[in-house]
C-alpha cells in the first residue's frame, strides 16, 4: 500500500518518512535505497527523492556513493568518539569566542529551546528530543564570526547526531542526563562565567562519550 503524502513539499515529506524508517530500524544500515522504488512507494516522482537524499546525507543519515547510489549510513563506535573528540575542541573554543558578545535575544532562543527539551523529555518525544538536543549546540554556534567555524560545528554535530539516533530507544534516562549538563552550560554563560561554561561544555561531551560507550559495550548496538 503506498503511503500518501500532499504534493506541496514533496521532497521535506519524502525526507521525513525516510528518515523515519532509519531511526525506527525500519531501514537497517548498509540498505540500499533506489530512487525508483522510493519513488513507488511513495507515489512520488524521482526528483523529491533525489533531493530529500541529498538532504540526509547531508545529515550522516544517508551515504550516497561515487555510482550515485544511496544507502543507509552505519555508525561505529569509533566514528562517535572521533566527532565527540572534534565537537569538544571546537564548542568549548567556541563558548570563549561568544561569551562577551552573546545577546539577550540569543540567550532567549537558548532559553526556549531547553523548555521545548524538557517537554520533549517529558512526553517521552525522544526524536523531537533529538533535534533539539542538536539544535541548542548550534544555536551557541551562531554567535560565532568566524563562518567556518560554524560548519564545522555544524557538521561535526550532524555526524555525532547519527549516534543518538541509533541510540533513540534506550535515550530515556541519557536525555535527561544531556539535558541537565545543556542547563548547566547555559546558566554559567547567563552569567558570563566562561571558565566554568567552558568546563560544564568539556563535561558534557565527557559524558556523552561515556554513554555512547556504554551502549556499545552493554551491545546494544549492532
Not at 511513495?42 to 561515487?66: C, M, Q, Y
Not at 541537565?180 to 556523552?208: D, G, P, Y
Request: aromatic content about 6%; overall charge negative; glycine content about 4%.
Amino acid at each position: 500500500m503506498q503511503r500518501i503524502i500532499k504534493k506541496e513539499t514533496l521532497a521535506e515529506q519524502a525526507f521525513n518518512l525516510i528518515k523515519t524508517d532509519i531511526i525506527s530500524g525500519k531501514l537497517a544500515p548498509h540498505e540500499e535505497l533506489p530512487e525508483k522504488k522510493l519513488a513507488e512507494e511513495l507515489g512520488i516522482s524521482r526528483t523529491p527523492i533525489r533531493e530529500a537524499l541529498k538532504r540526509l546525507a547531508a545529515e550522516g543519515l544517508v551515504v550516497i556513493s561515487d555510482a550515485k547510489m544511496a544507502t543507509v549510513a552505519s555508525f561505529t563506535e569509533e566514528d562517535a568518539l572521533q566527532f565527540l573528540e572534534i565537537r569538544e575542541l571546537l564548542e568549548v573554543y567556541n563558548l570563549e569566542i561568544i561569551v562577551d558578545s552573546l545577546q539577550g535575544s540569543l540567550l532567549e532562543k537558548v532559553d526556549e529551546n531547553l523548555k521545548s527539551q524538557w517537554q520533549a523529555i517529558n512526553e517521552d518525544c525522544y526524536e523531537e528530543f533529538i533535534e533539539l538536543d542538536r539544535e541548542f549546540h548550534l544555536l551557541l554556534a551562531e554567535e560565532n564570526p568566524n563562518p567556518k567555524l560554524r560548519a564545522m560545528i555544524h557538521t561535526s554535530n550532524t555526524g555525532v547526531n547519527r549516534a543518538f539516533l541509533v541510540l533513540s530507544n534506550t535515550l530515556r534516562l541519557s536525555a535527561k542526563e544531556a539535558f541537565e549538563e545543556h542547563n548547566r552550560i547555559f546558566k554559567a554563560l547567563q552569567s558570563k562565567q566562561v571558565e566554568t561554561a567552558k568546563q560544564e561544555m568539556s563535561n558534557h561531551m565527557k559524558n556523552i562519550e561515556r554513554r555512547i560507550q556504554g551502549y556499545y559495550q552493554e551491545g546494544e548496538l549492532n
